[in-house]
Antibody, heavy 121, light 107 residues
């Protein structure tokens, strides 16, 4: 059974760095073609793709946010970590992690429940 | 980044109706286009991948078509649980992107 769960702070202050962890089970990120991504959704707005890490440690970032994002993985712990620097109230959103299965690394078949992060002083 | 434009932004239909949602891009993305349904307060769920393949467990009243720059999601025989927002997503580029969503209301 595949599951993903996001964890991290519910509230961060402007200019702080956000660190989110995606803990998953039911698959291995060392499997060829497997990927995990982060997607966010501001309240009442559309989904926004943020970043992806691949089984071979390949990393891809949203063009508009790439200077603020870092994605990493700990295969032994079944975790993917996303950090976002210089948080702003406009970064208030529900943050989701999702799995992309092999072989095509294209679609998201399992999602976490999401974590709401509010940026406020 | 590859921009996806969905239309309409919202629509309303009755139980039993059929509806079609469109997703367009300015550049060709071959068939690397997915569709998701998101119910309020829930994570998105995959409906269609690579333009026309039905995800396991998804009812056959959902269908997708298209290639290159124009794609459609058709939902036939609408059910009350189809009241949701629908998103397209491209994976042609390693930098994935989503459309802005189409909100479907069931009357």
């Amino acid at each position: 059974q595949v599951t993903l769960r996001e964890s991290g702070p519910a509230l961060v202050k402007p200019t702080q760095t956000l660190t989110l962890t995606c803990t998953f089970s039911g698959f291995s990120l060392s499997t060829s073609g497997m990927c995990v991504s982060w997607v966010r959704q501001p309240p009442g707005k559309a989904l926004e793709w943020l970043a992806r890490i691949d089984w071979d440690d390949g990393k891809h970032y949203s063009t508009s946010l790439k200077t603020r994002l870092t994605i990493s993985k700990d295969t032994s712990k079944n975790q993917v970590v996303l950090t976002m620097t210089n948080m702003d109230p406009e970064d208030t959103a529900t943050y989701y992690c999702a799995r992309t299965p092999p072989p095509s690394s294209s679609w998201y078949d399992y999602w976490g429940r999401g974590i709401l992060v509010t940026v406020s002083s | 980044d590859i921009q996806l434009t969905q239309s309409p932004a919202s629509l309303s239909a009755s139980v039993g109706d059929s509806v079609t949602i469109t997703c367009r891009t300015r550049q060709s993305i071959s068939v690397y286009l997915q569709w998701y349904r998101q119910k309020p307060g829930k994570a998105p769920e995959l409906l269609i991948y690579v333009a026309s393949s039905l995800q396991s467990g998804v009812p056959s009243r959902f269908s997708g078509s298209g290639s290159e720059t124009d794609f459609t999601l058709t939902i036939s025989s609408l059910q009350p649980e189809d009241s949701a927002t629908y998103y397209c997503q491209q994976s042609y580029s390693p930098v994935h992107t989503f459309g802005q969503g189409t909100k479907l209301e069931i009357k």
